[in-house]
Structure formats: structure tokens, C-alpha cells
């Protein structure tokens, strides 16, 4: 069956994202139908689920599953995270290494966290 991972994130983008990122972006989310290309990064390669990973669901933990990216009136764009996958290839750390240019925080701040299903700790993602 495989183990799961619960992952929280939340982020302000940068307004000038390329408009290949937001489509990619727009595609995990589930707001796009028709597969976008793909950047040169580990993460977009076929053995890793980044197609469905910000979608993904299970029963083994509490939250909804529930991602969005939305523009709001005074022109930021926030992507918003809570789903769990099973992060058998590094998925996780690999969109957040991807993600990471595109994220408008300094430094240290934090942006979420993951946790692995039988984990009682999660791990911490900040800004590097």
C-alpha cells in the first residue's frame, strides 16, 4: 500500500513568475486541464508523481486536501498547499528546490511543513 506524507505550504510568489511556472503551477493545482511543459528540474521526470501531488489524498490524515494558487486585488499571487502523497522520490523537497526561485520570502522564513504518516514530528520548511 505505501506510506504517506502531510504537506502544508504556503507562499507568496514573486510578481514577475515566468508564465511557463504559473501554467506548471496551475496544472498541480488542478486548475488546468492540458499538461504544460515542463522545466529542466529533477522533479518532472516520470518516476516522480509531480503531476498529481498537489491533489493527492488519503485517509491518514485529518485535513482536507485542498491547493489553490490565486491572484488577489492588490496583484499577489499566493500558492496555498495542504495535501498528502506518498513521497517515495523526493517529491516534496524537490518542488520546494524548484519553487524556491520563484517564492517571494527571505531567508529562514517559514513556509510550511511536511510530515511523514508515521512520524509524531513534522520537519519544518523555511525559505532558504
Known sequence: MGMYTEFHYNAELKRDIPDDVRQVLEFMVGDREQE????????????TRWRFMLCSDSYYFDADTYSTLRDDKQGGT??????????YDGEIEKFCEWLRPYIDKCGGEFLGFSRYEESEQPTLIFAT
Open 36 to 47: 504544460p511543459a515542463t522545466p529542466e528540474h529533477s522533479l518532472f521526470t516520470e518516476e
Open 78 to 87: 499566493y500558492l496555498c498547499i495542504r495535501c498528502n502523497l506518498k513521497n
